[in-house]
């Protein structure tokens, strides 16, 4: 019977050849989104879950009670030790410091060959490995970071070093400074797992890469200072919590122990917590989660809509089967099978899309997503189950209207629309279509519209043709040298040392103490050192003063107008000549002027208040402005000319830009998606539309015929079609607005400055909606009213 079913559906479907061509097109697409949007999914919500505990991993987070709460991923380095000493709710603790970008050599190679590794490397004590699980293929995981100078390394980056797994005794050279033996070989990291360092060195030794670090001092914070824990069984997280406010009582001032708060964030909200720099919100996923649900909804609508519309073409064979002794739920499985060798096609031609398009997925979310159907047990089910879904949803109401008709007024050809529904079904999902495309073309406006913003808005200072180069060593003689020659390239037409540019994803904050005021302010300053071109080099304004003179160490500073308003002083001029303390008042320092508020960061993030100051220890980065119409041969000098003065290290750069449109990748990627699957789901909907209007075509022959002849105007013939369909999409558009609004002026909230969200991008998106479907509809209508009205008198 079953064998039958399909034999007798793959006949009928054959014989409508573009009803099941548009079926199988939609399914194919809403599954194709489907699955990628599945395997996306799932490929983040398994970041870091691979480790045996991780349900009682946590990580030590500060956060710090000023004029809001701000939280940071980084701790004070002693946090570890003092919380190892001083509580007993962990089995393990241990401390991790990264850095980003290294320059690793091999001393002992015949060219002292240079990697430049772009995850960095980490300092890490040997508990590490106790809590996270990152097997050692060599070495021993109790002593294997217990010596200063030795360190582990990745089995891949062993082989690109040493050309063989085996580099136990090998020697690296970090940095140009300190040498370390190779005493262990990590497992290669799994992709699924924000610890993307492959190089760990003995925590011994982070007091060669920074003795501040090192040290125990509890003033300050840096992000890449983190404190790992492994709980003991029946230790929740609310015990521990409950129980951390001790330490900042016992090893911070009572006026400091206020500001200075510790918490634990799980392992599993690392990846999402974009606030402590994960990498993406839930919030995002289940978005993207529901837009695919919304795709595959569009394409069942579409079948249902032609199903239901095509019913009565079979009225006769329904009959002939009823008579012949067909029960009805025989019939209703007859659709089902139909409806399920649709679906197979379907699938297969998704698989078929979802290898195509992969490796551009892959590039786009920097991801590692792998189709393997007969071995991803997890794939295969979702598959299975999502096939059973659309077929059930899809085929069971045309099922049982076509099951439900009566043979003796099917044969005699008296259904009606009535019977299979009439057209209020069909206008409803072509309502709840429509309504699914225009929230997606209203959200594609609205992100469109809020990156252009980001990208137009003037942030404050000059971000074009500014190029930033590292300062790997605070020599100042070079660091003059460099200068020097650099400036004298004809291209060149302003340079600054500085830590970074006025915005960048790097904070630098720090307390501050005003003039003779006793206590510290309840806001934190953010510290920009850099020397006196820094404020030409980036076009920023001087409002009031002047700019600070050159020097190498901290003489005179420079703040904005928020930090005036801070201080609730009434002009600008008022803070001229003023003291200014920073880093827990050990040395007061005149203001000399006051600079226009800018941009430090993304939108996202209000105007804070900052400080320009000079160090030249701090200096990091070497911002080069160019002239516009020379800035490849420029460039090519520049590079020339770096290389000269760093010959030990390998040469990068990067254009300011460039790091800006970093605040907004995330959200630059979202619109990207958006954008693609809005423009699918108006592809499905049309090809609902085409197939319906051809079935209205054919079931109006006679009468399109008849108004011909009686001198109606092809216009009139194609507003028969249009009018129906119009009236549908405006009540799509009604039905969609105030959700589109509702989810758009939530994610337009996480902006402190935004786009206008006004009435046009509605407009907008109606009018999109609006052609697009008109064009569809009125192609297959021009058709018909083109057809020669005494062919299509005699067709009936």
Known sequence: MLKNYFKIAYRNLQRSKAYTFINVCGLALGITCAILIFMLVRYHLSFDNFHAKSDRIYRLITEFHEETIVQE??????????????????????????????????????????????????????????????????GDKKTVLANPNSAIITEKLAIKYFGKPNAIGKTIRVNNGTNYKITGILKDLPVITDRRQEIYLSYENLKDENAWLAGDSWGGVYSGSQCFVL???????????????????????????????????????????????????????????????????????????????????????????????????????????????????????????????????????????????????????????????????????????????????????????????????????????????????????????????????????????????????????????????????????????????????????????????????????????????????????????????????????????????????????????????????????????VVKDFHISS??????????????????????????QSIKPTLESIEKLWSDTYPEYVYKSEFLDDRIAKFYQLDNLMLQLIQTFAAIAIFIGCLGLYGLVSFMATQKTK?????????ASIGNIIWIFGKEFVRLLLIAFVVASPLAWWVMRGWLQEFQYKAEFGIGIFLAALAVTLFIALVTVGYRSVSAALRNPVKSLKSE
């Open 231 to 593: 709980l003991k069984e029946g230790i929740s997280q609310k015990i521990v919590e409950k129980a951390l406010p001790a330490i900042s009582k016992k090893y911070y001032s009572p006026k400091d122990a206020g500001t200075f708060q510790f918490k634990l964030q799980p392992l599993s909200d690392i990846h999402f917590n974009s606030e402590l720099g994960g990498y993406m919100e839930k919030k995002n996923l289940w978005a993207l989660a529901f837009i695919g649900i919304f795709l595959i909804v569009t394409a069942c609508v579409n079948f249902i809509n032609l199903a239901t519309a095509q019913a009565l073409s079979r009225s006769k064979e329904i009959g002939v089967r009823k008579v012949l002794g067909s029960r009805k739920s025989q019939l209703f499985w007859q659709f089902i099978a139909e409806t399920a060798v649709i679906t197979g096609f379907a699938v297969g031609i998704a698989l078929i899309l979802c290898y195509a398009i992969l490796p551009y997925v892959n590039t786009l979310f920097e991801s590692q997503l792998t189709i393997s159907v007969l071995s991803d047990i997890s794939l295969l089910a979702f598959l299975a189950g999502l096939a059973l879904i659309v077929t059930f949803c899809s085929g069971s109401y045309p099922g049982l209207i076509l099951a439900g008709f009566q043979p003796i007024a099917a044969l005699k050809g008296k259904l009606s629309q009535k019977n299979v529904g009439g057209f209020t079904l069909r206008r409803g999902l072509v309502v709840a279509q429509f309504a699914i495309s225009q929230i997606l073309i209203i959200g594609t406006i609205v992100i469109a519209n809020q990156m252009r913003f980001s990208q137009k808005t003037d942030l404050g200072f000059k971000k074009d043709a500014i190029i930033m180069l590292p300062v790997p060593d605070n020599n100042i003689s070079k660091m003059s040298t460099l200068r020097s020659r650099i400036s004298q390239l004809p291209g060149v037409e302003n340079t600054t040392f500085c830590l970074a540019g006025p915005a960048s994803e790097s904070e630098n904050n720090s307390k501050v103490k005003f003039d003779s005021r006793q206590e510290e302010e309840l806001f934190s300053i953010n510290l920009k050192y850099a020397d006196d071109q820094y404020v030409p080099t980036f076009g920023l304004k001087i409002v009031a003063g002047r700019n600070i003179v050159p020097s190498d160490t901290v003489r005179e500073f420079l703040v904005n107008e928020m930090m005036v308003k801070k201080l609730k002083l009434k002009s600008l001029e008022d803070i001229i000549g003023k003291k200014l303390s920073v880093d827990g008042g050990k040395r007061f320092v005149t203001i000399v002027g």
């Open 73 to 138: 991923n980084g701790v004070p380095s002693p946090l570890g030790k003092a919380f190892r000493n001083d509580f007993a709710f962990a089995e393990k603790t241990a401390r991790v410091v990264s850095y980003g970008r290294q320059l690793i050599s091999l001393p002992n190679s015949k060219d002292n060959l240079k990697f430049e590794e772009k995850e960095g490397l980490a300092y890490a004590e040997p508990g590490f490995f106790d809590i996270m699980n990152f097997p050692l293929l060599e």
């Open 703 to 711: 009468e399109i015929g008849v108004r011909k002849v009686l001198g």
């Open 603 to 628: 939108f996202r993030q209000s105007i804070v208040p900052v400080g320009i100051v000079s160090r030249y220890q701090d200096y990091q980065n070497f911002a080069v402005n160019i002239n516009a």
